[in-house]
């Protein structure tokens, strides 16, 4: 019986950062293995945690029943989030709170979690309502149906952020791009590399030395673990009610620092998950006959507007306009041919207007990149205008190429 259960922290492991095969052998008389344990990081959430605790509970006994653990990993917050936490542990007996004082981040307190969790599947969500938990069903199905990992995503059918402004959703697009230039196959491989909403099977990340670094423990676990199949589920993320977030400049460069570290040290580890995204060459191909066609059509138009013998139109102008309906060229071609298997999926209107201004978007960035690399190789690299051009145009196919199959059509890893 669970009569035994005491109001005790649970121990704060120490070492290295690395989950155990089984889970560990428990102190507690009621030591047992269970389905599912989920992680609550938390720092100064004294106002949400209580009914954090109350609406997880409830949801998860009623498909788990008895089968699953909360865990809270308060890093001592000095509104003493923990103390609340422990003084719901009589009432909720599946509930269990460790409470940090030598070691302080987010990553490292959803290991340590993992570290003591006796479930066989292991989840986190973040402790201030901002993850709506409906959402866990969905997830544990698609553990259950096979996936290894089962991530909740803002950036697939049913997901998206409630009110974010233009500058928020830029500088997170733009972290993930990032992701995307220097670990592709990693980042690559979900629609979501920041969520901090996910579940995975112990089987696949035990034994592996995971790193503190940063905010983005997925990528940790992405980059490092052996996950094979991956399943994504669509979310809001939520406003705020209570508390504050946590996120500073500071966790920007962790971010630029995480993903640097994950580069430079997981050639051997990761190699399972790279193989498995192979480049998609046909894709590829298709994708560089488009923009070979948006040339002719960049031609035509050009000549059309600006030849003397036409409209005469002034250049620049010409040209911009040239420039635009060869975008939206490229563009119609690439959704029914090059991406026509997911552009197939979302038919309709606002999907595809998406799709297009964001492509628009990329395509813009891409012309940047296009002339900043012909300066950058004409005058440092080989001093001559066409073989410079010729890189420029290289590097900006691939950019157009690989950001728009990951941000525009979005073709990830996922089943
Ligand atoms: N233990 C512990 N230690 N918990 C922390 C720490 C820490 O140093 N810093 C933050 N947390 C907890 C918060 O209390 C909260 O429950 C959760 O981690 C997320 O922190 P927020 O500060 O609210 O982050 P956010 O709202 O910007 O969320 C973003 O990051 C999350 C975590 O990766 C989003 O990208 C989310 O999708 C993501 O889950
Ligand atoms: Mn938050």
């Known amino acids: 019986m669970r009569n035994s259960h005491t109001n005790t922290l649970l121990t704060v492991p120490s070492g290295d950062l690395q989950i155990p095969k089984f889970p560990p052998a428990n102190v507690r008389t009621d030591s047992r293995n269970i389905y599912f344990s989920l992680i609550i990081p938390t720092y100064k959430e004294r106002d949400n945690i209580e009914k954090v605790i109350k609406i997880l509970s409830e949801l ?43 070691e302080r981040g987010l990553s490292s307190a959803v290991i340590r979690g993992w570290q003591v969790a006796r479930g066989r599947v292991l989840g986190v969500i973040d402790g201030d309502l901002q993850h709506p938990p409906e959402v866990l069903a969905q997830l544990l199905l698609s553990i259950e149906q096979g996936a290894d990992l089962a991530v909740a995503s803002r950036h697939v059918e049913g997901g998206g952020v409630s009110s974010w402004s233009a500058m928020r959703r830029f500088l997170s697009r733009g972290a993930q791009v990032l992701g995307l230039i220097v670990l ?18 112990r089987s696949c990340i035990a034994g592996v ?77 298709r994708f560089g006959l488009v923009g070979l066609s948006g040339v002719f059509v960049d031609m035509a138009i050009l000549y059309l507007l600006s030849d003397p013998n036409t409209l005469a139109l002034p250049l620049t102008r010409s040209k911009i306009i040239a420039g635009e309906i060869a ?89």
């Open 60 to 102: 998860i006994e009623e498909f788990l029943p008895e089968d699953y653990e909360l865990i809270v990993v308060d890093d001592d917050s000095p509104d003493r989030t923990w103390e609340v936490a422990q003084s719901m542990m009589a009432e909720y007996p599946n509930l269990r709170v460790m409470r940090r004082q030598q």
């Open 184 to 201: 592709p196959g990693v980042v690559g491989r979900v629609s979501d590399p920041m969520s901090g909403y996910f579940m995975v099977r």
């Open 209 to 285: 030395t995971l790193n503190p670094v940063g905010y983005k423990i997925l990528l940790e676990v992405i980059g490092r673990t052996n996950v094979g199949e991956i399943a994504e589920v669509g979310y809001v993320f939520c406003e705020r009610k209570e508390g504050e977030s946590k996120v500073t400049w500071k966790q920007y460069v962790e971010y630029l620092h995480h993903l640097l570290r994950l580069r430079l040290t997981t050639k051997q580890v990761g190699q399972k998950s790279r193989q498995k995204m192979a480049f998609p060459i046909g894709r590829f191909l």
């Open 327 to 415: 975008i939206f060229n490229n563009f119609l071609w690439n959704d029914a041919w090059t991406f026509a298997d997911v552009a197939m999926q979302q038919q309709e209107w606002h999907h595809r207007v998406k799709r297009f201004l964001k492509f628009n978007i990329v395509c813009l960035a891409g012309l940047v990149i296009n002339v900043l690399v012909l300066n950058l190789v004409f005058n440092f690299v080989i001093p001559n205008r066409y073989i410079a051009n010729l890189s420029a145009i290289a590097v900006a196919t691939v950019w157009n190429f690989w950001v728009n199959l990951k941000l525009s059509w979005r073709v990830t890893d996922v089943k």
